[in-house]
């Protein structure tokens, strides 16, 4: 039998606590091309690419410089560059001021 304690610590965490990863964002250069979970890539919308959580996962990304924060949907994967862990939609990194390859927090919404 399982210990009462023991479930309520695996029900109250997080699947995805707050990290600070390296991110960029991408955007009219592939306006109209195929995201890997077969959509259309939209620029301006709130979306983003990584290598290995599940297409449909939320994200709440954060700028630590601006404090802004945008609600992200995971349709793509990628980054394929060393040292990043999220490629942003020109819109998600609109809305939070990001304006180059920075910093970022991310956590599952």
């Not at 700028?63 to 060393?82: A, H, L």
Request: proline fraction near 6%.
């Amino acid at each position: 039998m399982i210990p009462v304690a023991l479930i309520a610590a695996f029900v109250a965490t997080p699947a995805l606590a707050a990290t600070q990863v390296r991110a960029t964002w991408y955007g009219n250069e592939l306006r109209g091309n195929r995201t890997a979970n077969g959509e259309m890539f939209n620029p301006d919308g709130h979306t983003a690419a990584h290598r290995s959580l599940p297409f449909g996962t939320c994200l709440m990304v954060g700028n630590p410089k601006t404090g802004k924060t945008v609600k992200v949907r995971i349709n793509d994967r990628g980054p394929f560059t060393k040292g990043y862990s999220l490629d942003l939609s020109h819109g998600a990194a609109k809305a939070i001021g990001m304006r180059s390859s920075q910093a970022v927090t991310m956590r599952q919404c």
